[in-house]
Each structure stands twice: as C-alpha cells, then as structure tokens.
C-alpha cells in the first residue's frame, strides 16, 4: 500500500514552475492574438478618428453606405455632403468610411473587354 502512496505523490505538480508551464499556452495565444489582431484594429481606428477629425469643406469622401460626395459644410457631428450640382444632404460624421480618393487608388483597374 505504500508503494501506491509514493506514486502519488511522485506524480503532484512540483510547485510555481509547473503551474506556470500549464498556463504558458494559453500566456502564448493571447500574445499572438494581441499582435495579430487587437493591436492592428486599435491603430485603425485611431487613424479613422484622426481622419474624421481633420476633415475640411472640400474633402472628397465616401460614406458607409457608399455615398460619394463633397464636403460642402462641417458641424461638430453632421456633414453637409453635395453629391451632384446642388443636390446636399447631411449625414453623421460616423456615418463616413473615407476618402473617395484613398478608394479609387485602391480599387482593382477594370480590364478593357
């Protein structure tokens, strides 16, 4: 019966260090997901709200629903957009993606066919 009782405690964790290799793992996964993900998205959306505000009457811009315009107007939480010869209408500064001229560099060339 004793031989079993030595087994036992031969097998129990030794202590700090072996807790700590149980947990490395997971330490591990959440560094990658840090660098691969969350800190990329936190930079995005801090240069979106620098974007948004640093806009000025004249920017070309594109809005969430795909809008684009010229910004003919600013208030503090709505743009005046003109979309064509004095047609305006106002959207939330949120409402806005980016610049309509970031998005036609970025657009794929259409294949003459």
């Known amino acids: 019966m004793s031989g079993i009782a030595w087994a036992a405690d031969a097998a129990a964790p030794a202590g700090i260090p072996a807790q700590f290799a149980q947990f490395l793992p997971l330490i591990l996964i959440f560094v990658v997901f840090y660098f691969l993900l969350i800190r990329p998205q936190q930079k995005k959306a801090k240069a979106h709200q620098n974007y948004l505000a640093n806009l000025k009457k ?3 811009i594109i809005t969430g629903g795909g809008i684009h315009g010229v910004i003919a107007g600013l208030s503090d939480t709505v743009v005046t957009l003109e979309i064509a010869d ?3 209408i106002k959207v939330s500064r949120a ?6 001229a970031e998005a036609e560099k970025q ?7």
């Open 95 to 100: 409402a806005i993606a980016g610049s309509a």
């Open 107 to 113: 657009a794929p060339a259409k294949s003459g066919g």
């Open 58 to 60: 004249g920017d070309r």
């Open 86 to 88: 004095n047609v305006r």
